[in-house]
């Protein structure tokens, strides 16, 4: 409990002793008014300050300004017990709401402590000085002993540790990392020393762009806080002029003195303040975004994890998402050449790309590979590439490249389940390589969890050939598939599939990130799976998934459904008792304690339900 709330709880335990004891003693007239106002200003002097303020702002309709003129006048019409009452009742949702955005903003401070405090950097003498990591440059040379935070991304160029993720990716299994490895800012260094230069200032570190992201995900309101925001700004005034109304017209039309119905009025006010919408559903929005960044999974604001609940559709890149993206040469038919020489053909013609592909053939490749050898790198997007090796012209790449060479190349019969990267050397083939990728252990479980969370139809985009295409949907379980896609088709079938999805369904693409950033921003929902330390994959999407695992967007759903079902439970439970309660103030058969039950109570059992969010079970 911070020392803002042991005050209001010391104020509102003063003010109900001396409310006790002024109960018990026997009191008449002004003396009575004058004892019971000790505990109204100890309890309430902060509202009726604010309220003041509020005026002076021209803010009027606010609930401190309703609870200071209901207050007040219940004062000046001798109903010192009631009015006492409903600042000291209204004081206690206060302070429970205050505890429960507190716990709510430490569902997050893990996620926080991910910042590091100083980093140790390698001066040129080799003595190292402990210093900002906002201070360090790229290509400096830093040193991360055993319980320290990763300050800064970087290459590990000496050292072998062990790293735990878990504040980034929400697992516990640690990650090895040794001489040629990357690390990522926001880890824990948990056994051996590690030397690593940075290649990035700390601005644009992974751990800085988390922070960001999470720390600004509030200003991003889904519908159901806007509407509660437009709803607050019409339904306050509507109110005050309703219990102005309560207050003067009755008399003048039925006859009577004005008392009862002035108190009907305050009573109408101290019923009708909104703090139960206006609290609970942003805590319930916030208290969702916490609980599903300990699990790994950032969500970039509320109106996000309001999308994810109505999500119908689910699109699915392939390499990287559905499949592990760790591709290996598994067979080699050479038509010309021996096994050898058609690999380190095909290795050094795509020796400048960084596609998967490419670097699983130069790994297979059995001689070094010698970079002054290839010239007039030229790369044909969706069919492959093109260079000149040792002064031939060789091509690597599909039989879309092979026919518009003008080979006739029939496709392999015994290379399925794979991608077949065909070879030509100065105009003539030379042969194919088979390259496997293997499917992600759990993402066919992944995909029968979405189906079960209510998505209708689960599609998968690739450019990888047909046949390898439907081998995979077929083993996943998709609905539909769309094979040898360049990325601009990719994004001409997503346009596609959002004209026919039902207007009331979202669709959501799921990436890794990478290479996908266009299709990520055209869905209604961008998902960059596998995004550790993938600048591209927080910058484009709306929903990022540090960690492999496929399972997670499932997870993601049943989140932001179980928030969307807290808050519209508060909605119809807050709506409906107050309006009960409104008419039954105005006719006089609620009185203010119905009141203060209509408002606190109301409020107290709404900020209850909306903590639900908090606990880990989902």
């Known amino acids: 409990m911070t020392k803002r709330q042991k005050k209001n709880l010391y104020r509102i335990l003063i003010a109900a002793v001396l409310m006790a004891i002024l109960h018990f003693v026997p009191l008449e007239g002004a003396a009575k008014g004058v004892l019971y106002l000790i505990p109204y200003l ?51 949702g206060e302070l429970f709401q205050s505890y429960a955005v507190g716990k709510s903003r430490q569902s997050i401070s893990a996620l926080m402590d991910i910042r590091p405090d100083s980093a140790n950097l390698e001066k040129e003498d080799g003595s190292l000085e402990e210093v900002d990591p906002e201070n360090v440059p790229v290509g400096g040379i830093i040193v991360i002993k055993p319980g320290e935070k990763v300050p800064l991304d970087g290459l590990v160029l000496e050292g072998e540790s062990f790293l735990d993720t878990s504040a980034l990716t929400g697992e516990s299994v640690p990650r090895r990392a040794s001489a040629g490895d990357e690390v990522i800012s926001g880890c824990i260094n948990q056994s051996g020393l590690l030397r690593v230069r940075t290649t990035k200032e700390f601005g644009e570190s992974t751990v800085a762009k988390i922070l960001d992201l999470v720390e600004n995900s509030s200003m991003k309101k889904a519908k159901a806080e ?11 005034p509507a109110v005050c002029i309703g219990a102005l109304a309560l207050a003067i017209l009755p008399p003048l039309v039925l006859g009577g003195g004005f008392a009862t119905w002035v108190f009907r009025a305050l009573t109408f006010l101290v019923i009708s303040c909104p703090c139960a919408l206006v609290i609970s559903i942003p805590l319930s929005f916030f208290g969702g975004i916490g609980g599903a960044s300990r699990c790994g999974i950032l969500v970039k604001g509320a109106n996000y994890l309001e999308a994810l609940a109505s999500t119908g559709v689910v699109v699915f890149d392939k390499t990287g998402t559905l499949t592990r993206g760790v591709f290996q040469v598994s067979r080699v038919h050479p038509a010309q050449f021996t096994e050898e020489e058609l690999l380190e053909c095909a290795a050094l013609a795509e020796i400048y790309s960084s596609h998967p592909i490419s670097q699983s053939l130069r790994s297979a490749a059995k001689k070094p590979l010698d970079k002054s050898r290839v010239s007039q790198v030229q790369e044909l997007a969706g069919r492959g590439v093109t260079a000149l090796v040792d002064g031939r012209k060789v091509a690597a790449g599909n039989l879309k490249l092979m026919e518009e060479m003008g080979l006739q190349v029939s496709p392999c019969q015994e290379c399925q389940g794979g991608t077949v990267v065909y070879v030509a050397v100065e105009g003539v083939y030379a042969g194919h390589i088979l390259i496997s990728d293997e499917i992600k252990p759990g993402a066919k479980e992944a995909l029968a969890d979405l189906k079960a969370a209510g998505v209708k139809k689960t599609v998968m985009l690739t450019g990888d050939a047909r046949s390898v295409a439907d081998q995979v949907a077929a083993q996943l379980g998709l609905d539909e598939v769309h094979s040898e896609l360049l990325p601009a088709d990719k994004v001409e079938w997503v346009e596609k599939l959002l004209a026919q999805k039902p207007k009331d369904q979202k669709l959501a693409f799921v990436g890794d990130g990478i290479n996908d950033a266009p299709v990520l921003s055209r869905a209604d929902l961008g998902i960059a799976m596998g995004a550790l330390g993938s600048d591209a994959a927080i910058e484009a999407a709306d929903v990022v998934l540090m960690d492999d695992d496929p399972a997670k967007i499932a997870l993601a759903m049943r989140i932001s459904r179980k928030c969307r079902r807290i808050v519209h439970q508060n909605i119809v439970f807050a709506l409906a008792v107050k309006a009960a309660c409104l008419v039954l103030g105005a006719v006089g058969i609620a009185n203010m304690w119905a009141a203060i039950f209509a408002d606190v109570g109301v409020m107290v059992l709404a900020v209850l339900n909306a903590t639900r969010m908090l606990r880990k079970k989902v």
């Open 226 to 236: 806007n509407f509660i925001t437009r709803f607050a700004r019409w339904y306050t």
């Open 42 to 92: 100890v309890v309430g002097g902060d509202i009726l300050k604010k309220a003041v303020q509020g005026i002076g702002h021209g803010q009027l309709m606010d609930e401190n300004f309703l609870m200071a003129v209901a207050t007040v006048g219940a004062m000046i019409l001798g109903e010192y017990s009631e009015g006492v009452a409903v600042m000291l009742f209204y004081q206690v």
